[in-house]
């Protein structure tokens, strides 16, 4: 596990910070694939 600490802190390649997706909404896999169709 990472501390959000620890994540802000992560740089890329390229300088870029790791960014939290806050529209994220947690789905199951079950759910992806009816999507998918």
Same mark, same amino acid.
């Given at each position: 596990?990472?501390?959000? !600490? =620890? /994540? =802000?802190? #992560? !740089? %890329?390649? /390229?300088?870029? %910070?790791?960014?939290?997706? +806050?529209?994220? +909404?947690? +789905?199951? *896999? =079950? #759910?992806?694939? !009816?999507? *998918? !169709?």
């Amino acid at each position: 596990m990472f501390s959000l !600490k =620890e /994540l =802000e802190e #992560i !740089k %890329g390649a /390229l300088g870029l %910070g790791v960014q939290r997706d +806050t529209s994220f +909404t947690p +789905t199951t *896999l =079950e #759910i992806v694939r !009816k999507n *998918l !169709k």
